[in-house]
Structure formats: C-alpha cells, structure tokens
C-alpha cells in the first residue's frame, strides 16, 4: 500500500490538483506520517485557502506533533468555512484537551457544541465523560457514560470507566453489578479485562473469595495481563497460601521482570517464610529499580536483621527514615520520643 502511495505521489508531483494533495495528505495521516502530510495539505491550501478539509488535516497532524498552538489555529480556520462540521469540533476538543490540564474547559465547550449537533453519538458522550473523569467530576462523567452505553450498548469502553466512577464515589455494589452486566453482553470480556474489574469492585465490597474467582478467570483469558496475577497474588498472600502466591508473583516477573509490586512481594513472601536468603535477592532488586522507595530500604532492614548483619540492617533502615518511610511500629516510636 505504501508503494502505491509513493507512487502516486510522484505521478501527482507535476500536475496535482489540490484535492489530490488533499488525497495524499489524508493518507500521510492514516500512516501517522504527520510532516509528510502537513506538507501536502499546505500545498492544497496554497491553491485554494477556503479548503476546510486541508486546514483540518493541518490541525489534525499538528496537533499530533504537539504543536497545540499552530493545530487549533487550523482546525478553527476549518470551522470558520463549515461551524456545524462534527468531526471538526470534536477534533479541536480533542487538541484543546491534549494541550493540557489548563485548557480542558475549552475542550469541554467544544465536545458539548459537537453534542449539540450529534446527541446520538455514543463516542461523543463517552469522550465528554473521560474529560470530566479527568476532573473529578465523577457524577457528570457517570451521566454521559450512562448515555453512551444506552445509546450503544456496545460501547464496552465506557462500562470500565463508569465502573471506575462507582468506584471512586465509594458505589463498588453499582460498579460490580455494571461489570456483570458487561460481561454477559460481550462474547469477548477478556478484550476489555472485565473479570479485573470485576474483581477490584468485588475487593472493594469486602467479597475477596469472589474476587479471586474473577481475576482467577481474567489470567485465564489474558494469562500475560499483569495487574491480574498481581491481583490474584495478593490475595493468596493474606489467606496465607503462600505456596500460589509466589506462583502468582513468579508469574508476574516472568511477564514483567522488572514490576515493583513483583519484586516487593515476593520478598516479604520469602521473609515471612524465614527464607531471608531468597528475600534479599527480590528487595535488592526492587531498590535497584525504586531507590528513592524507603519500602525497599525498610524490608532489606529486615532481611539483613534475620542474616544477623545489624550493621547493613541499620544503615538501611536509615536509608527509609530519610526518605519518609515510617511503618506504624516506628510512627509510634517516634512520637514517643518527641
């Protein structure tokens, strides 16, 4: 496909139109080739400049580039030439909310125009909905999830970010219940990691025997999704089935050897087992990856106390306190002493 494209291109090179430019920078952005296709959507505009579909390109790849600025420049000079165009002010809410932090009230002006004009449209509510989700704004954003999901009830994206708003409002019952409804509607919930979520919002309704089941069921469909085996690990880990929970932590390092949640739990695994030896390897290499961690520090402490080598034990322990890490029995220690 690309060679075709090529070759166009230099078919077009002595006597393109500007739709063609116009062609050729549409398929420049396709390849996410975002110079190439500026170039050819500046040639277009350079024959005819009230050519919105060229300034929108424009916009598009600058603002891909992270040229904020110059992108929402073009994409207004679209609107100028078509203002009821959709797809041109859900773009320029886009570049409004990629620009940052400080401009997403201008992105929400532009994804409510765009609602105005296409309330139907299930993509939409849902980007509106992650806009205000971004914000805190958890009761909006649930409205506008609610809203895609009737009016596309395959909108699976939206079920994990209406869950997560449950869940941030302290709601797990209704996002438990919103996951199971997801899933018997999907004929692939693996593709989505629904049985994760299902099982965060089952932890979070204090049913951790439920949980296990989904997350057991979600590195069955995803057996390299790692969030799940950490999930599954910590729980063997506080039933004290020590023997599956380094299953699952080894499980996760052969996935991501370098994971923290990995390495730290493996180790206080192994510490609580009296295996100090196999602990310090994991802690050592979780400090490697996280020195600015004093978790790591404290539980080398730890381990160097049970190898019966107080100076190393001390020194990191040291190494914690400096770095703000004060588990509950030296928080009790310290305001006594003051």
Known sequence: MMRKILALAGLL????TAQDNI?????????????????????????????????????????????????????????????????YLYTTGICYEWKGKGSWKQAEIYYRKALELAPDKAPLHHKLGSLLQQEGRFQDAISEYQKAISLDPGQF???????????????????????????ARTEYPGQYHFYQSLGIALLASNRPFEAKGAFMLETALNPDFVDAHVNLGNIYFLERNFERAI????????????????????GQ???????????????????????????????????????GDQKKAWDEYNKSLKLGYHPEPVKEQIKEQK
């Open 13 to 16: 090179l002595v006597s393109a």
């Open 23 to 87: 062609f050729l920078g549409d398929e420049f952005l396709r390849l996410e080739n975002w110079p190439v296709a500026i170039t050819y959507f500046e040639q277009a505009l350079k024959e005819n400049p009230q050519l919105d579909k060229a300034w929108y390109g424009k916009g598009v790849a600058l603002c891909q580039l992270g040229k904020y600025d110059d992108g929402l420049s073009s994409l207004d000079h679209a609107l100028q030439v078509d203002p009821k165009n959709v797809d």
């Open 157 to 183: 994206i939206s079920y994990n970010n209406l869950g997560t708003c449950w869940l941030s409002l302290n709601q797990p019952a209704q996002a438990v219940k919103l996951y199971q409804e997801a899933i």
């Open 247 to 266: 299953e699952e932590y080894k499980d996760v390092l052969e996935i991501d050897p370098k994971r923290p949640e990995g390495l730290s739990n493996l």
């Open 269 to 307: 695994v192994y510490l609580l087992l009296n295996q100090p030896e196999l602990a310090l390897q994991y802690f050592e290499k979780f400090s490697k990856e996280k020195p600015d961690d004093g978790k790591g520090h404290y539980f080398l402490g730890l381990v160097y106390t049970k190898l």
